[in-house]
């Protein structure tokens, strides 16, 4: 078992570089099954989930060529079967992209139900009525999806989604990429994910419009072909490492951004007192840790992201007054993290979708637990501000997402290490 520890109270300072984007990793390989040639994918970040997804499409027998520098190559041309190893897709969440990519390019999908952080229930009942509204036959048992054509064969329809589903919306994108007809996806989710899947799969041949607003239009083509993409940079990853400077001080250059993604984090990291500079593709942050209390609500893309949640309740329990912060995607996000900030010093009333934050100046280290990535992330920033050792249990939760965190934050001046137990 691996453990982080950390000696806490260094300033940040230097440059760090951001890797490409988990959550667009995550669609885009397995969007690579709907192509018949080889796609070649850069900026794919080296984190746990990216390899189990590898493992799972080569053992579907795709053949995957990992090269220096975030390239991997793909070429899903001479696929075998459509049942993905259920031990590998019950590892992750993402996996449920697989179902949407089977059954438009081979019209059925024997999927296992997916794993990943288990922060919230997370039902995927859109995509399921995605799906249905495609043509497809559904049929769920306890821990597997089978999808087979139905009575009137697979095309195109139009889909309103009753929730606004990151998951959903790219599953339904890529389900419709080589049906006939036309889909339409009312109440679409937004995230800069969704369009870098749709620039993706453009980039192949597909017919997609509107991705990045609430309406996105397929156009079903009959077969996409090879080419090169590279993924955005994360968005999450940028503002895990800003957070961690406006907390623990420091000056630091984080490069590969889009600084347009990361507008709604930068403006609540300005109002709380860090002083941010943005350039065309890095964001310049400076902060001398002593933050001002805020108020945060997270929401849809283009609102602040409930993946960013755990990050900002740090920033709040060192900030000087009362923060609220009130999470409205998954309302269980709250009990991952927060009693082990508790444990670290940190005053955190939970009343419903809302934390209450009384910030307190300081945090002081402890033995802690990840009980998911972005929890496990958050409880690094915490060790990072806080006086002496914090130790953090469960790091694969945070191995699932950030790359190369130990070397990133060593560069940057954090006396951090890994101890193998
Ligand atoms: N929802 C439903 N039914 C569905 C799908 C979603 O009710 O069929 C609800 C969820 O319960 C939630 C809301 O809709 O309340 C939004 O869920 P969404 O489908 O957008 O989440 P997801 O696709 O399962 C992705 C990210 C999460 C991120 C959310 C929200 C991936 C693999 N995961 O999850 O990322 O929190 O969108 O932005 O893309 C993370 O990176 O740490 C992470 C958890």
Redesign the pocket.
Same mark, same amino acid.
């Given at each position: 078992m691996a453990r982080y520890e950390i000696n806490g109270g260094n300033r940040l300072e230097g440059t760090v570089t951001i890797s490409g984007a988990?959550?667009a990793a995550? +669609?885009i390989l397995p969007a690579a099954l709907l192509v018949e040639g080889k796609c070649r994918v850069e900026n794919v970040p080296d984190i746990s989930?990216v390899r189990i997804l590898l493992d799972i499409l080569s053992d579907l027998g795709a053949q995957v060529e990992v090269e220096p520098d975030g390239v991997v190559v793909l070429d899903c041309t001479n696929i075998r079967s459509t049942h993905p190893n259920p031990e590998l897709v019950r590892q992750?969440?993402?996996s449920?992209?697989l179902m949407g990519a089977l059954l438009s390019r081979f019209h059925k999908a024997n999927v296992a139900l997916p794993g990943?952080?288990n922060?919230?229930?997370?039902?995927?009942?859109?995509?399921?009525?995605g799906f249905v509204a495609l043509g497809a036959d559904v049929e769920e048992t306890e821990d597997y999806v089978n999808l087979t054509p139905g009575p009137y064969g697979l095309q195109g329809n139009r889909v309103s989604?009753?929730?606004?589903?990151?998951? +959903?919306?790219?599953n339904i994108i890529m389900a419709a990429c080589l049906l006939p007809g036309q889909t339409v996806i009312e109440n679409a989710?937004k995230?800069p994910?969704i369009v870098d899947l749709a620039n993706f799969l453009n980039t192949m041949g597909a017919h997609i419009s509107g991705a990045g607003t609430d309406t996105v239009k397929i156009r079903g083509v009959e077969k996409l072909v090879g080419g090169t993409y590279a993924i955005i940079p994360d968005q999450?990853e940028a503002g895990t490492y800003m957070a961690a400077v406006a907390a623990a001080g420091g000056n630091v250059l984080v490069q590969n951004v889009i600084p347009k993604h990361m507008d709604c984090i930068t403006s609540k990291l300005q109002e709380m007192g860090a002083r941010i500079i943005n350039y065309d593709d890095s964001i310049r942050i400076i902060s001398e840790g002593k933050l001002k209390h805020t108020t945060v609500k997270t929401r849809?893309?283009p609102g602040f992201?409930?993946?960013m949640q755990a990050q900002i309740c740090v920033c709040m329990t060192v900030a000087q007054g009362i923060s609220r912060l009130t999470e409205s995607?998954?309302?269980t996000r709250f009990f991952g993290y927060c009693t082990e900030l508790a444990s670290m010093g940190a005053d955190i009333l939970i009343n419903g979708k809302t934390a209450i934050v009384s910030g307190r100046g300081d945090l002081t280290g402890a033995d802690v637990r990840a009980h998911?990535?972005?929890a496990g992330a958050a409880l690094v920033i915490a060790g990072l501000v806080a006086k002496g050792i914090t130790r953090i249990d469960n790091i694969h939760f945070i191995e699932?997402?950030y790359e190369r965190m130990i070397e990133k934050l060593t560069s940057l001046g954090v006396d951090i290490k890994v101890i193998e137990e």
């Open positions: 988990k959550n995550v +669609a989930d992750m969440r993402a449920y992209y990943g952080c922060f919230a229930s997370r039902p995927i009942d859109q995509h399921i009525k989604l009753d929730v606004v589903s990151v998951g +959903a919306t790219m989710a995230e994910h999450i849809p893309y992201p409930t993946d995607v998954y309302e998911d990535l972005r699932r997402g």
